[in-house]
Structures are given as C-alpha cells and as structure tokens.
Nanobody
Framework: VQLVESGGGLVQPGGSLRLSCIAS????SIWYMRWFRQAPGKERE????????????NYVDSVKGRFTVSRDDAKNTVYLQMNSLKPEDTAVYYC?????????WGQGTQVTVSS
C-alpha cells in the first residue's frame, strides 16, 4: 500500500495550489479519502474528506469556500484544490485512506504560505 502526495510548495497569500495523492496497493474506489494537515506545534487536523464514489464531501470550517476535494477513481488519485491561501494554512498536508477501522497514510507534502 502506498499513498504519494505531491503539489506542495511556497505560495504567496491569496495564491493557489493543487495537491495530488496517488494511491496504489488497494482498491481505491471503495475507500473514503481524507486530507489532514499539521502545523508546527499543533495537532493533526482533518481538513477535507470525500466519500467512496465522491458523492459526499466535508470540510473544516476554516477552509470552506476556499478548498475543494475531489477524486478520480480511474487514476487512483485524490486532489485538494486550495485557493485564497492564507498564512495560517501553512502546514504539512497528509493524504489518508480510511475504511472502517483501517487507515493508510502518505508521507506528507509541505505547504508554506508566505510573502
């Protein structure tokens, strides 16, 4: 099982980034996919989630209206489109696959929002 994130980097406030997470080694389409983030000195926080099939999405209040989670089951990939980025969005972003009590994690990708 492998989850590989990409797309992080340094961006100015107000800018955009799109994170990708490519999954392998399991049946991606039947797993709930989630994006977490962890800023220095803070607990890991659930940012966005998308159900198997993509029919249900959910977001933490601080990113609603700015972030969009989506998935392409044909490519075994989940995305996080991040717009209107703020300095407080700076964190390591992790991709997570969840099904019942099982979880798989990616290695994380750094997002830094700074002028």
């Amino acid at each position: 099982v492998q989850l590989v994130e990409s797309g992080g980097g340094l961006v100015q406030p107000g800018g955009s980034l799109r994170l990708s997470c490519i999954a392998s080694g399991f049946t991606f389409s039947i797993w709930y996919m989630r994006w977490f983030r962890q800023a220095p000195g803070k607990e890991r926080e659930l940012v966005a989630s998308i159900s198997d099939g993509g029919g249900f999405t959910n977001y933490v209040d601080s990113v609603k209206g700015r972030f969009t989670v989506s998935r392409d089951d044909a490519k075994n990939t989940v995305y996080l489109q991040m717009n209107s980025l703020k300095p407080e969005d700076t964190a390591v972003y992790y991709c997570n696959a969840n099904r019942f009590i099982r979880d798989y994690w990616g290695q994380g990708t750094q997002v830094t929002v700074s002028s």
